[in-house]
T-cell receptor, first 113, second 115 residues
Framework: DGGITQSPKYLFRKEGQNVTLSCEQN?????MYWYRQDPGQGLRLIYY???????QKGDIAEGYSVSREKKESFPLTVTSAQKNPTAFYLC????????????FGPGTRLTVL | KNQVEQSPQSLIILEGKNCTLQ??????????LRWYKQDTGRGPVSLTI?????NTKSNGRYTATLDADTKQSSLHITASQLSDSASYIC??????????????FGKGTKLSVKP
């Protein structure tokens, strides 16, 4: 059963703590993306990766970090430097190339207590 | 500035009725436009994609139109069902380089279908 999965679905964090969101895909896609979604706003790109061991900052990368050690996995770490981390985080993947459809995971809702 | 504006912000209709959602974009140069459906608490799922040369495209009860001259798109839903309750997101893709595809997301229209 092919697809893109994110875990956990809900995540709670205390202020000052780092937390890592998981994103895995078995679609054999080269490209992977992380977006942030806030109420009343469009999706905003945090980081993206076109190939293993390479990634680029998106529009709102400050306070976040990523790694791409495997083709299937693109974890996102929300660091304590992110001032307003409470949001819905979406991971996506696509065939490599700027114009291919991005397939989205189910999302992780992060709440900072 | 590249932007995508959607209207209305929210919409309530009765089951069985039709509705039309609007999307205006100022992305230039323009590559394509996609409509996504996003159920509450879930990831978006693509409904249709259109390039600048396409005027209309259907996917079941969903019909999207595109006017590249006026930079407007619409999504028409026919004979609405309760399961159509969701947010509908318009996404325009620019054609100005960059390996991440230059996607510009609208804020979405939240549709509620009532019995």
């Amino acid at each position: 059963d092919g697809g893109i999965t994110q875990s956990p679905k809900y995540l709670f964090r205390k202020e000052g703590q780092n937390v890592t969101l998981s994103c895995e895909q078995n679609l054999n896609h080269d490209a992977m993306y992380w977006y942030r979604q806030d109420p009343g706003q469009g999706l905003r790109l945090i980081y993206y990766s076109q190939i293993v061991n390479d990634f680029q900052k998106g529009d709102i990368a400050e306070g976040y970090s990523v790694s791409r050690e495997k083709k299937e996995s693109f974890p996102l770490t929300v660091t304590s430097a992110q001032k307003n981390p409470t949001a819905f985080y979406l991971c996506a993947s696509s065939i490599r190339g700027a114009y291919n459809e991005q397939f989205f995971g189910p999302g992780t809702r992060l709440t900072v207590l | 500035k590249n932007q995508v504006e959607q209207s209305p912000q929210s919409l309530i209709i009765l089951e069985g009725k039709n509705c039309t959602l609007q999307c205006n974009y100022t992305v230039s140069p323009f590559s394509n436009l996609r409509w996504y459906k996003q159920d509450t608490g879930r990831g978006p799922v693509s409904l249709t994609i259109m390039t600048f040369s396409e005027n209309t495209k259907s996917n079941g009860r969903y019909t999207a139109t595109l006017d590249a001259d006026t930079k407007q798109s619409s999504l028409h839903i026919t004979a609405s069902q309760l399961s159509d309750s969701a947010s509908y997101i318009c996404v325009a893709r620019g054609n100005y380089g960059g390996s991440q595809g230059n996607l510009i997301f609208g804020k979405g229209t939240k549709l509620s279908v009532k019995p």
